[in-house]
Protein backbone atom coordinates (compact mmCIF):
# COMPACT_ATOMS: atom_id res chain seq x y z
CA UNK A 1 0.00 0.00 0.00
CA UNK A 2 1.52 3.68 -1.13
CA UNK A 3 0.91 5.57 2.24
CA UNK A 4 0.92 8.56 0.32
CA UNK A 5 -1.52 8.37 -2.05
CA UNK A 6 -4.78 7.63 -0.01
CA UNK A 7 -7.89 9.37 -0.20
CA UNK A 8 -9.72 10.55 3.35
CA UNK A 9 -11.66 7.55 3.53
CA UNK A 10 -8.88 4.87 2.29
CA UNK A 11 -6.82 5.64 5.01
CA UNK A 12 -9.10 6.05 8.01
CA UNK A 13 -10.17 2.67 7.00
CA UNK A 14 -6.44 1.27 6.67
CA UNK A 15 -6.28 2.28 10.30
CA UNK A 16 -9.25 0.52 11.19
CA UNK A 17 -8.79 -2.34 10.17
CA UNK A 18 -5.36 -2.38 10.98
CA UNK A 19 -3.54 -2.24 8.04
CA UNK A 20 -1.11 0.41 8.76
CA UNK A 21 -1.10 3.09 11.68
CA UNK A 22 -1.88 6.79 12.07
CA UNK A 23 1.85 6.83 13.12
CA UNK A 24 2.89 5.06 9.92
CA UNK A 25 1.18 7.69 7.78
CA UNK A 26 2.27 10.72 9.94
CA UNK A 27 5.88 9.31 9.30
CA UNK A 28 5.31 8.57 5.76
CA UNK A 29 3.98 11.86 4.76
CA UNK A 30 7.07 13.55 7.06
CA UNK A 31 9.35 11.55 4.86
CA UNK A 32 7.60 12.78 1.36
CA UNK A 33 7.82 15.73 2.75
CA UNK A 34 11.95 15.67 3.24
CA UNK A 35 12.44 14.85 -0.29
CA UNK A 36 9.45 16.74 -2.03
CA UNK A 37 9.10 20.13 -0.44
CA UNK A 38 12.73 21.42 -1.08
CA UNK A 39 11.63 21.76 -4.38
CA UNK A 40 7.58 22.79 -3.92
CA UNK A 41 8.18 25.19 -0.63
CA UNK A 42 4.48 23.99 0.36
CA UNK A 43 5.11 23.52 3.90
CA UNK A 44 6.65 26.33 5.84
CA UNK A 45 6.52 25.09 9.51
CA UNK A 46 6.26 21.01 10.50
CA UNK A 47 4.17 20.50 13.25
CA UNK A 48 5.93 17.13 14.50
CA UNK A 49 5.18 16.67 18.06
CA UNK A 50 1.41 17.58 17.71
CA UNK A 51 1.20 15.10 15.22
CA UNK A 52 2.95 12.37 16.32
CA UNK A 53 0.62 12.69 19.77
CA UNK A 54 -2.41 12.85 17.48
CA UNK A 55 -1.56 9.74 15.62
CA UNK A 56 -0.75 8.10 18.66
CA UNK A 57 -4.13 9.18 20.38
CA UNK A 58 -5.75 7.28 16.92
CA UNK A 59 -4.20 4.17 17.21
CA UNK A 60 -4.37 3.56 20.68
CA UNK A 61 -8.20 3.98 19.66
CA UNK A 62 -7.96 1.66 17.15
CA UNK A 63 -5.99 -0.62 19.05
CA UNK A 64 -8.78 -1.03 21.33
CA UNK A 65 -11.58 -1.33 18.56
CA UNK A 66 -13.08 2.05 19.33
CA UNK A 67 -14.59 2.91 16.04
CA UNK A 68 -12.67 6.03 14.80
CA UNK A 69 -13.52 9.56 13.90
CA UNK A 70 -14.15 11.07 9.99
CA UNK A 71 -10.70 12.23 10.17
CA UNK A 72 -9.17 9.91 12.13
CA UNK A 73 -5.20 9.54 11.68
CA UNK A 74 -5.83 11.47 8.26
CA UNK A 75 -2.44 13.36 8.06
CA UNK A 76 -3.38 17.21 7.06
CA UNK A 77 -1.94 20.50 6.31
CA UNK A 78 -2.80 24.02 7.46
CA UNK A 79 -2.95 27.16 5.83
CA UNK A 80 -0.25 29.24 7.41
CA UNK A 81 -3.40 31.93 8.00
CA UNK A 82 -4.95 29.93 10.78
CA UNK A 83 -3.92 30.12 14.05
CA UNK A 84 -2.45 27.03 15.87
CA UNK A 85 -1.68 26.76 19.21
CA UNK A 86 2.25 26.56 19.74
CA UNK A 87 3.32 26.07 16.28
CA UNK A 88 4.84 29.02 14.58
CA UNK A 89 1.91 31.05 12.34
CA UNK A 90 3.30 33.62 9.54
CA UNK A 91 0.81 34.49 7.36
CA UNK A 92 3.64 34.50 4.77
CA UNK A 93 4.34 37.37 6.40
CA UNK A 94 8.08 38.52 7.31
CA UNK A 95 5.76 40.50 10.09
CA UNK A 96 4.70 37.13 11.66
CA UNK A 97 8.03 35.66 11.40
CA UNK A 98 7.94 34.44 14.68
CA UNK A 99 4.55 34.57 15.89
CA UNK A 100 3.21 31.60 17.98
CA UNK A 101 -0.41 32.05 18.34
CA UNK A 102 -1.75 31.39 22.19
CA UNK A 103 -4.52 29.51 20.85
CA UNK A 104 -6.14 27.46 17.78
CA UNK A 105 -8.27 28.34 14.70
CA UNK A 106 -11.98 27.04 15.13
CA UNK A 107 -11.68 24.87 11.76
CA UNK A 108 -8.23 23.49 12.96
CA UNK A 109 -9.44 22.47 16.27
CA UNK A 110 -12.54 20.96 14.91
CA UNK A 111 -9.95 19.09 12.28
CA UNK A 112 -8.27 17.26 15.22
CA UNK A 113 -11.56 16.57 17.05
CA UNK A 114 -12.25 14.50 14.28
CA UNK A 115 -9.01 12.68 14.58
CA UNK A 116 -7.44 14.54 11.83
CA UNK A 117 -3.39 14.77 12.03
CA UNK A 118 -1.80 18.21 11.80
CA UNK A 119 1.54 17.94 10.11
CA UNK A 120 2.06 21.40 9.60
CA UNK A 121 1.44 24.79 8.36
CA UNK A 122 1.52 25.58 4.32
CA UNK A 123 2.74 28.27 2.84
CA UNK A 124 1.05 31.24 1.10
CA UNK A 125 0.78 34.46 -0.21
CA UNK A 126 1.37 37.07 2.16
CA UNK A 127 -2.09 37.99 4.35
CA UNK A 128 -3.58 35.62 1.18
CA UNK A 129 -3.12 38.33 -0.79
CA UNK A 130 -2.05 37.04 -4.02
CA UNK A 131 -2.95 34.26 -6.83
CA UNK A 132 0.24 33.20 -7.65
CA UNK A 133 1.79 32.45 -4.28
CA UNK A 134 5.09 34.45 -5.55
CA UNK A 135 4.28 37.22 -2.81
CA UNK A 136 5.06 34.81 0.27
CA UNK A 137 7.86 36.65 1.93
CA UNK A 138 9.49 33.01 2.63
CA UNK A 139 9.52 31.72 -1.09
CA UNK A 140 7.04 30.95 -3.34
CA UNK A 141 5.74 27.73 -4.44
CA UNK A 142 5.79 26.02 -7.28
CA UNK A 143 3.23 23.70 -9.13
CA UNK A 144 3.74 20.09 -8.63
CA UNK A 145 2.19 19.52 -12.43
CA UNK A 146 4.98 21.90 -13.78
CA UNK A 147 7.54 23.09 -11.49
CA UNK A 148 8.29 26.37 -13.59
CA UNK A 149 4.57 27.49 -12.87
CA UNK A 150 2.79 29.05 -10.12
CA UNK A 151 0.27 26.75 -7.97
CA UNK A 152 -1.81 29.64 -8.03
CA UNK A 153 -3.01 31.26 -4.78
CA UNK A 154 -3.09 32.73 -2.33
CA UNK A 155 -3.81 29.03 -1.05
CA UNK A 156 -0.70 27.52 -3.21
CA UNK A 157 0.66 25.48 -0.45
CA UNK A 158 -2.73 23.90 0.33
CA UNK A 159 -3.04 22.99 -2.88
CA UNK A 160 0.22 21.79 -3.85
CA UNK A 161 0.50 19.81 -0.75
CA UNK A 162 -2.32 17.60 -1.87
CA UNK A 163 -1.44 17.47 -5.65
CA UNK A 164 2.21 16.37 -4.66
CA UNK A 165 1.33 14.19 -1.87
CA UNK A 166 2.17 15.61 0.94
CA UNK A 167 -0.65 15.66 2.73
CA UNK A 168 -3.98 14.01 2.66
CA UNK A 169 -6.14 17.25 2.56
CA UNK A 170 -5.69 20.49 3.38
CA UNK A 171 -7.50 23.60 4.55
CA UNK A 172 -7.14 26.85 2.89
CA UNK A 173 -8.97 29.80 2.80
CA UNK A 174 -11.05 31.59 0.12
CA UNK A 175 -11.70 35.75 0.13
CA UNK A 176 -11.33 36.16 -4.30
CA UNK A 177 -10.92 32.67 -5.22
CA UNK A 178 -7.84 31.96 -3.61
CA UNK A 179 -9.34 27.91 -2.61
CA UNK A 180 -10.96 27.63 -6.08
CA UNK A 181 -8.22 29.19 -8.28
CA UNK A 182 -4.89 27.04 -6.79
CA UNK A 183 -7.18 24.22 -6.62
CA UNK A 184 -8.03 24.51 -10.67
CA UNK A 185 -3.99 25.16 -11.54
CA UNK A 186 -2.92 22.34 -9.56
CA UNK A 187 -5.61 19.83 -10.41
CA UNK A 188 -7.09 19.16 -6.89
CA UNK A 189 -10.73 20.02 -5.65
CA UNK A 190 -11.18 22.98 -3.64
CA UNK A 191 -14.45 23.99 -2.23
CA UNK A 192 -15.24 27.45 -0.91
CA UNK A 193 -18.68 27.36 1.78
CA UNK A 194 -21.34 29.62 2.22
CA UNK A 195 -20.07 32.82 4.18
CA UNK A 196 -20.78 31.95 7.80
CA UNK A 197 -20.58 28.29 7.19
CA UNK A 198 -17.71 27.92 8.65
CA UNK A 199 -16.27 29.99 11.89
CA UNK A 200 -13.58 31.92 11.17
CA UNK A 201 -12.66 32.61 14.45
CA UNK A 202 -8.92 32.19 14.76
CA UNK A 203 -8.53 33.15 11.10
CA UNK A 204 -5.82 35.68 10.27
CA UNK A 205 -8.04 38.25 8.45
CA UNK A 206 -7.74 39.93 5.36
CA UNK A 207 -11.25 40.71 4.38
CA UNK A 208 -13.89 40.01 7.28
CA UNK A 209 -16.82 40.03 5.17
CA UNK A 210 -15.52 37.90 2.29
CA UNK A 211 -12.90 35.72 3.81
CA UNK A 212 -13.95 31.80 3.63
CA UNK A 213 -12.46 28.56 5.14
CA UNK A 214 -12.33 25.82 3.38
CA UNK A 215 -11.03 21.77 2.24
CA UNK A 216 -8.37 21.43 -0.62
CA UNK A 217 -8.25 17.00 -1.18
CA UNK A 218 -7.83 15.07 -3.79
CA UNK A 219 -11.69 14.04 -4.49
CA UNK A 220 -14.95 15.36 -4.04
CA UNK A 221 -16.37 13.03 -1.09
CA UNK A 222 -13.23 14.03 1.01
CA UNK A 223 -14.15 17.35 0.73
CA UNK A 224 -17.78 16.67 1.82
CA UNK A 225 -15.80 14.55 4.75
CA UNK A 226 -13.95 17.91 5.63
CA UNK A 227 -16.93 20.57 5.65
CA UNK A 228 -18.69 18.45 7.69
CA UNK A 229 -16.34 18.45 10.27
CA UNK A 230 -16.04 22.09 10.56
CA UNK A 231 -18.92 23.68 9.42
CA UNK A 232 -21.36 25.05 12.13
CA UNK A 233 -22.62 27.54 14.48
CA UNK A 234 -19.48 28.75 16.33
CA UNK A 235 -19.85 31.14 19.47
CA UNK A 236 -16.92 32.83 19.11
CA UNK A 237 -17.62 34.03 15.41
CA UNK A 238 -21.34 35.96 15.74
CA UNK A 239 -21.05 35.63 11.69
CA UNK A 240 -21.30 32.17 11.92
CA UNK A 241 -24.24 31.13 11.15
CA UNK A 242 -27.21 28.96 13.24
CA UNK A 243 -27.98 26.46 9.78
CA UNK A 244 -28.11 23.03 10.33
CA UNK A 245 -24.94 21.15 8.52
CA UNK A 246 -26.57 18.15 6.79
CA UNK A 247 -24.43 14.51 6.01
CA UNK A 248 -22.74 16.29 2.86
CA UNK A 249 -21.30 12.36 2.34
CA UNK A 250 -25.27 10.90 2.73
CA UNK A 251 -26.21 13.37 0.53
CA UNK A 252 -23.44 12.82 -2.65
CA UNK A 253 -25.24 10.04 -4.45
CA UNK A 254 -28.61 11.40 -4.77
CA UNK A 255 -29.27 11.42 -8.39
CA UNK A 256 -28.42 14.77 -10.58
CA UNK A 257 -31.25 13.65 -13.04
CA UNK A 258 -33.29 16.69 -13.48
CA UNK A 259 -31.34 19.31 -11.71
CA UNK A 260 -31.32 22.71 -13.37
CA UNK A 261 -27.63 23.94 -14.96
CA UNK A 262 -27.29 27.31 -15.42
CA UNK A 263 -24.46 28.70 -18.30
CA UNK A 264 -23.79 32.01 -18.15
CA UNK A 265 -22.39 33.61 -21.32
CA UNK A 266 -20.48 36.17 -19.37
CA UNK A 267 -17.91 33.58 -17.93
CA UNK A 268 -17.24 32.41 -21.49
CA UNK A 269 -16.45 36.27 -22.87
CA UNK A 270 -12.93 37.79 -24.11
CA UNK A 271 -9.46 36.27 -21.90
CA UNK A 272 -10.75 32.93 -21.53
CA UNK A 273 -7.99 30.53 -22.99
CA UNK A 274 -9.57 28.22 -26.10
CA UNK A 275 -8.63 25.30 -24.35
CA UNK A 276 -10.26 26.04 -20.91
CA UNK A 277 -12.98 27.01 -22.80
CA UNK A 278 -13.43 23.40 -24.29
CA UNK A 279 -12.57 21.71 -21.21
CA UNK A 280 -15.39 23.09 -19.78
CA UNK A 281 -18.33 22.79 -22.67
CA UNK A 282 -17.26 19.18 -22.68
CA UNK A 283 -17.90 19.12 -19.33
CA UNK A 284 -21.51 20.92 -19.50
CA UNK A 285 -22.11 18.11 -22.32
CA UNK A 286 -20.96 15.29 -19.87
CA UNK A 287 -23.54 16.71 -17.08
CA UNK A 288 -26.04 17.12 -19.75
CA UNK A 289 -25.51 12.96 -20.42
CA UNK A 290 -26.21 12.69 -16.50
CA UNK A 291 -29.44 13.71 -17.44
CA UNK A 292 -29.29 17.35 -15.87
CA UNK A 293 -30.92 19.98 -17.92
CA UNK A 294 -28.72 23.26 -19.34
CA UNK A 295 -30.84 26.62 -18.76
CA UNK A 296 -28.61 29.52 -19.78
CA UNK A 297 -28.32 32.33 -17.56
CA UNK A 298 -27.09 35.76 -17.33
CA UNK A 299 -24.67 37.80 -14.94
CA UNK A 300 -25.01 41.06 -16.29
CA UNK A 301 -22.54 42.72 -13.65
CA UNK A 302 -19.92 40.15 -13.86
CA UNK A 303 -17.74 42.86 -15.31
CA UNK A 304 -17.65 45.04 -12.79
CA UNK A 305 -16.73 42.47 -10.15
CA UNK A 306 -13.01 42.67 -10.21
CA UNK A 307 -12.67 46.61 -9.53
CA UNK A 308 -15.62 45.91 -6.71
CA UNK A 309 -13.85 43.34 -5.19
CA UNK A 310 -10.61 45.18 -5.39
CA UNK A 311 -12.40 47.91 -3.69
CA UNK A 312 -13.84 46.44 -0.80
CA UNK A 313 -11.76 43.69 0.22
CA UNK A 314 -8.64 46.40 -0.22
CA UNK A 315 -10.34 48.57 2.23
CA UNK A 316 -11.43 45.77 4.85
CA UNK A 317 -7.60 44.85 4.30
CA UNK A 318 -6.45 48.50 5.34
CA UNK A 319 -8.33 48.22 8.75
CA UNK A 320 -7.20 44.64 9.40
CA UNK A 321 -4.00 44.88 8.85
CA UNK A 322 -3.75 47.96 11.09
CA UNK A 323 -2.84 46.02 13.95
CA UNK A 324 0.59 44.79 13.10
CA UNK A 325 1.79 47.91 14.72
CA UNK A 326 4.86 46.13 16.10
CA UNK A 327 3.26 46.15 19.60
CA UNK A 328 1.76 43.19 20.25
CA UNK A 329 2.82 40.02 17.78
CA UNK A 330 4.47 41.39 15.27
CA UNK A 331 8.21 42.69 13.77
CA UNK A 332 9.14 45.75 15.60
CA UNK A 333 12.02 47.99 13.71
CA UNK A 334 15.01 48.25 15.36
CA UNK A 335 16.72 51.73 16.62
CA UNK A 336 13.14 53.25 16.68
CA UNK A 337 12.91 56.23 18.89
CA UNK A 338 9.01 57.34 18.55
CA UNK A 339 5.84 55.13 18.82
CA UNK A 340 4.86 56.78 15.38
CA UNK A 341 8.00 55.92 14.18
CA UNK A 342 8.23 52.47 15.07
CA UNK A 343 4.91 52.30 13.67
CA UNK A 344 5.87 52.91 10.18
CA UNK A 345 9.40 51.48 9.96
CA UNK A 346 8.29 48.21 11.40
CA UNK A 347 5.05 48.50 8.96
CA UNK A 348 7.66 49.53 6.13
CA UNK A 349 9.94 46.23 7.27
CA UNK A 350 7.25 43.69 7.85
CA UNK A 351 4.88 43.86 4.70
CA UNK A 352 5.88 43.02 1.34
CA UNK A 353 5.05 45.19 -1.73
CA UNK A 354 1.42 43.75 -2.72
CA UNK A 355 0.00 44.00 1.06
CA UNK A 356 1.64 47.62 0.82
CA UNK A 357 -0.03 48.23 -2.51
CA UNK A 358 -3.50 46.95 -1.13
CA UNK A 359 -3.36 48.58 2.28
CA UNK A 360 -2.34 52.18 -0.02
CA UNK A 361 -5.44 51.05 -2.08
CA UNK A 362 -7.58 50.77 0.53
CA UNK A 363 -6.74 53.53 2.11
CA UNK A 364 -7.34 55.81 -0.81
CA UNK A 365 -10.44 53.94 -1.26
CA UNK A 366 -12.00 55.08 2.37
CA UNK A 367 -10.41 58.52 2.80
CA UNK A 368 -12.38 61.46 3.48
CA UNK A 369 -13.50 62.89 -0.80
CA UNK A 370 -13.14 59.13 -2.10
CA UNK A 371 -15.45 57.55 0.01
CA UNK A 372 -18.32 57.72 -1.37
CA UNK A 373 -16.93 56.90 -5.10
CA UNK A 374 -15.12 54.26 -4.71
CA UNK A 375 -15.81 51.70 -1.41
CA UNK A 376 -19.30 53.35 -1.20
CA UNK A 377 -20.08 52.65 -4.61
CA UNK A 378 -18.12 49.23 -4.68
CA UNK A 379 -20.64 48.34 -1.55
CA UNK A 380 -23.76 49.39 -4.04
CA UNK A 381 -22.77 47.20 -7.27
CA UNK A 382 -22.31 44.47 -4.48
CA UNK A 383 -25.99 44.41 -4.15
CA UNK A 384 -26.27 44.36 -7.73
CA UNK A 385 -23.88 41.21 -8.59
CA UNK A 386 -25.37 39.30 -5.39
CA UNK A 387 -28.97 40.11 -7.35
CA UNK A 388 -27.66 38.86 -10.15
CA UNK A 389 -27.51 35.63 -8.76
CA UNK A 390 -30.33 35.81 -6.97
CA UNK A 391 -32.33 36.17 -10.16
CA UNK A 392 -30.45 33.45 -11.62
CA UNK A 393 -31.04 30.92 -8.72
CA UNK A 394 -34.48 31.44 -9.13
CA UNK A 395 -34.07 29.41 -12.11
CA UNK A 396 -31.72 26.99 -11.59
CA UNK A 397 -29.61 24.80 -8.84
CA UNK A 398 -26.32 25.30 -9.66
CA UNK A 399 -24.26 27.43 -12.33
CA UNK A 400 -21.56 25.96 -14.29
CA UNK A 401 -18.37 28.05 -15.17
CA UNK A 402 -14.28 27.86 -15.69
CA UNK A 403 -12.56 28.37 -12.26
CA UNK A 404 -9.83 30.41 -13.72
CA UNK A 405 -9.57 31.81 -17.65
CA UNK A 406 -6.10 30.10 -18.21
CA UNK A 407 -4.55 27.25 -16.63
CA UNK A 408 -1.75 27.54 -14.52
CA UNK A 409 0.65 30.67 -15.67
CA UNK A 410 4.45 30.46 -15.33
CA UNK A 411 6.54 31.73 -12.20
CA UNK A 412 7.44 35.70 -13.03
CA UNK A 413 5.18 36.03 -15.45
CA UNK A 414 2.41 38.38 -14.15
CA UNK A 415 4.11 39.78 -11.10
CA UNK A 416 5.43 43.18 -12.34
CA UNK A 417 1.56 43.61 -13.42
CA UNK A 418 -0.33 43.90 -10.64
CA UNK A 419 -3.71 44.65 -12.17
CA UNK A 420 -3.44 41.62 -14.97
CA UNK A 421 -2.35 39.52 -11.59
CA UNK A 422 -6.12 40.84 -10.11
CA UNK A 423 -8.06 39.69 -13.80
CA UNK A 424 -6.56 35.89 -12.90
CA UNK A 425 -10.00 36.14 -10.19
CA UNK A 426 -12.38 37.16 -12.81
CA UNK A 427 -14.62 34.17 -12.34
CA UNK A 428 -13.99 33.22 -8.67
CA UNK A 429 -14.33 37.24 -6.80
CA UNK A 430 -18.22 37.31 -7.70
CA UNK A 431 -19.17 34.17 -5.44
CA UNK A 432 -17.25 35.69 -2.54
CA UNK A 433 -18.92 39.32 -3.20
CA UNK A 434 -22.04 37.22 -3.01
CA UNK A 435 -20.68 34.80 -0.16
CA UNK A 436 -22.75 31.76 -2.36
CA UNK A 437 -20.18 28.29 -2.07
CA UNK A 438 -18.16 27.18 -4.92
CA UNK A 439 -16.12 24.19 -5.60
CA UNK A 440 -13.61 23.83 -8.52
CA UNK A 441 -13.14 20.10 -9.25
CA UNK A 442 -10.58 18.79 -12.49
CA UNK A 443 -12.17 18.67 -15.63
CA UNK A 444 -9.18 17.79 -18.17
CA UNK A 445 -5.87 19.01 -18.93
CA UNK A 446 -4.26 21.61 -21.63
CA UNK A 447 -2.01 20.14 -24.41
CA UNK A 448 0.56 21.20 -21.93
CA UNK A 449 -0.24 18.28 -19.34
CA UNK A 450 -1.86 21.78 -17.30
CA UNK A 451 -4.78 21.31 -15.81
CA UNK A 452 -7.97 22.65 -15.84
CA UNK A 453 -10.42 23.40 -13.22
CA UNK A 454 -14.18 23.34 -13.81
CA UNK A 455 -16.07 25.71 -10.75
CA UNK A 456 -19.91 24.63 -10.05
CA UNK A 457 -21.76 27.44 -7.77
CA UNK A 458 -24.34 27.09 -6.00
CA UNK A 459 -27.35 28.53 -3.34
CA UNK A 460 -26.76 29.72 -0.02
CA UNK A 461 -26.01 26.98 2.33
CA UNK A 462 -26.77 24.59 -0.51
CA UNK A 463 -23.30 22.94 -0.62
CA UNK A 464 -25.06 19.68 -0.99
CA UNK A 465 -26.31 20.00 -4.25
CA UNK A 466 -23.00 21.61 -5.65
CA UNK A 467 -21.12 18.26 -4.08
CA UNK A 468 -23.73 16.37 -5.62
CA UNK A 469 -23.33 17.52 -8.93
CA UNK A 470 -19.11 17.74 -9.04
CA UNK A 471 -19.38 13.71 -7.37
CA UNK A 472 -21.63 12.82 -10.46
CA UNK A 473 -18.71 14.44 -12.39
CA UNK A 474 -16.22 13.30 -10.95
CA UNK A 475 -17.36 10.13 -11.61
CA UNK A 476 -18.00 9.92 -15.59
CA UNK A 477 -15.39 12.34 -16.14
CA UNK B 1 -3.47 60.78 -13.54
CA UNK B 2 -5.79 60.76 -10.48
CA UNK B 3 -3.71 60.21 -7.99
CA UNK B 4 -0.85 62.69 -7.70
CA UNK B 5 2.72 62.09 -5.83
CA UNK B 6 1.13 64.52 -2.87
CA UNK B 7 -1.65 62.02 -2.35
CA UNK B 8 0.75 58.81 -1.98
CA UNK B 9 2.22 60.63 0.98
CA UNK B 10 -0.58 61.54 2.55
CA UNK B 11 -2.23 57.78 1.92
CA UNK B 12 0.90 56.28 3.52
CA UNK B 13 0.97 58.70 6.34
CA UNK B 14 -2.64 57.56 7.02
CA UNK B 15 -2.24 53.73 6.69
CA UNK B 16 1.48 54.40 9.35
CA UNK B 17 3.62 52.82 6.20
CA UNK B 18 6.97 54.80 5.23
CA UNK B 19 7.76 54.45 1.57
CA UNK B 20 11.06 54.44 0.47
CA UNK B 21 11.38 56.64 -2.91
CA UNK B 22 11.04 54.16 -5.07
CA UNK B 23 8.12 52.40 -3.21
CA UNK B 24 6.41 55.57 -3.69
CA UNK B 25 7.31 55.87 -7.17
CA UNK B 26 5.86 52.54 -8.04
CA UNK B 27 2.70 53.39 -5.72
CA UNK B 28 2.01 56.18 -7.92
CA UNK B 29 2.10 54.15 -11.25
CA UNK B 30 0.23 51.02 -9.45
CA UNK B 31 -2.18 52.98 -7.81
CA UNK B 32 -3.22 55.33 -11.18
CA UNK B 33 -3.56 52.20 -13.07
CA UNK B 34 -5.77 50.08 -10.82
CA UNK B 35 -7.69 53.34 -10.37
CA UNK B 36 -8.45 53.85 -13.70
CA UNK B 37 -9.37 49.97 -14.58
CA UNK B 38 -11.80 50.98 -11.85
CA UNK B 39 -13.15 53.62 -12.72
CA UNK B 40 -15.47 51.77 -14.79
CA UNK B 41 -17.69 51.23 -12.20
CA UNK B 42 -19.05 54.70 -12.92
CA UNK B 43 -20.92 52.94 -16.13
CA UNK B 44 -23.26 51.85 -13.57
CA UNK B 45 -26.49 54.20 -12.08
CA UNK B 46 -26.52 53.11 -8.56
CA UNK B 47 -28.70 55.47 -7.22
CA UNK B 48 -31.47 53.84 -5.95
CA UNK B 49 -29.24 50.66 -5.28
CA UNK B 50 -28.64 50.41 -1.08
CA UNK B 51 -25.04 49.35 -0.38
CA UNK B 52 -23.95 45.94 0.58
CA UNK B 53 -21.78 45.73 3.70
CA UNK B 54 -21.33 42.05 4.54
CA UNK B 55 -23.90 38.88 3.53
CA UNK B 56 -24.82 38.20 6.92
CA UNK B 57 -27.42 40.70 6.38
CA UNK B 58 -28.94 38.29 4.32
CA UNK B 59 -29.08 35.26 6.67
CA UNK B 60 -30.84 34.41 9.85
CA UNK B 61 -31.99 37.81 10.25
CA UNK B 62 -35.25 37.89 11.78
CA UNK B 63 -37.26 40.30 9.57
CA UNK B 64 -40.47 40.56 11.98
CA UNK B 65 -38.44 42.47 14.40
CA UNK B 66 -36.68 46.14 15.04
CA UNK B 67 -33.48 47.55 15.28
CA UNK B 68 -30.27 45.15 16.76
CA UNK B 69 -33.39 42.64 17.57
CA UNK B 70 -33.15 41.53 13.98
CA UNK B 71 -29.99 40.09 14.70
CA UNK B 72 -30.92 37.97 17.85
CA UNK B 73 -28.90 35.43 16.24
CA UNK B 74 -25.97 37.00 16.41
CA UNK B 75 -25.87 37.85 20.28
CA UNK B 76 -24.88 35.47 23.51
CA UNK B 77 -25.43 35.80 27.00
CA UNK B 78 -23.14 38.32 28.70
CA UNK B 79 -20.80 36.18 30.98
CA UNK B 80 -17.77 37.35 32.61
CA UNK B 81 -15.14 35.24 31.73
CA UNK B 82 -16.20 35.24 27.91
CA UNK B 83 -16.64 31.84 26.19
CA UNK B 84 -12.78 31.56 27.11
CA UNK B 85 -10.79 32.20 29.90
CA UNK B 86 -8.37 35.58 29.45
CA UNK B 87 -5.23 34.27 28.02
CA UNK B 88 -2.93 35.09 31.68
CA UNK B 89 -0.16 37.69 31.38
CA UNK B 90 2.53 35.69 30.06
CA UNK B 91 0.97 34.05 27.05
CA UNK B 92 -0.69 37.00 26.30
CA UNK B 93 2.84 38.94 26.28
CA UNK B 94 4.72 35.95 24.90
CA UNK B 95 5.15 37.34 21.69
CA UNK B 96 5.99 41.26 22.58
CA UNK B 97 8.62 42.48 21.01
CA UNK B 98 9.30 44.03 24.28
CA UNK B 99 7.65 43.47 27.25
CA UNK B 100 7.95 43.57 31.27
CA UNK B 101 5.73 41.30 33.56
CA UNK B 102 2.46 43.42 33.04
CA UNK B 103 2.69 45.34 30.06
CA UNK B 104 3.58 46.06 26.63
CA UNK B 105 6.46 48.22 26.45
CA UNK B 106 6.64 51.13 23.55
CA UNK B 107 9.06 53.72 22.70
CA UNK B 108 8.34 57.23 24.09
CA UNK B 109 5.42 58.73 22.95
CA UNK B 110 6.18 62.10 21.23
CA UNK B 111 4.26 63.76 18.68
CA UNK B 112 5.27 63.97 15.28
Known sequence: ?477 | MKVTDKDVVYVAELANLELTGEERRTMLRDLNSILEYMDRLNELDTSDVPPMAQVSDRHGVDESKQGSERFAYASREDIVEGLRKSLPHKEALANAPDADADFFRVPKVIER
Open chain 1, 1 to 477: MDLTSLTIDSARSAIAERKTTALALAEAHYAHIQKENAQIGAYLTLSKERALEQADRIDRMAAEGKPLPALGGVPVGIKDVMSTRGVRTTAGSKSLEHYIPPYDCTAVARMEAAGAVVLGKLNCDEFAMGSSNENSAFRPVRNPRDLARVPGGSSGGSAAAVAANMAVATLGSDTGGSIRQPASFCGVVGLMPTYGRVSRYGLIAFASSLDHIGPLTKTVKDAAIVLRAIAGRDPMDSTSADVPVPDYVAELDKPVRGMKIGVAQEYFAEGLDDEVRQAVESAIEKLKNLGCEIVPVSLPHTAYAIPTYYLIATAEASANLARYDGVRCSLRARGVKTLSEMYRRSREEGFGAEVKRRIMLGTYALSAGYYDAYYLKAQKVRTLLTRDFDEAFAKVDAIVTPTSPTAAFRLGEKSNDPLAMYLADIYTVTADLAGIPGISIPCGKTKENLPIGLQILGKHFDESTILRLAHAYEACR
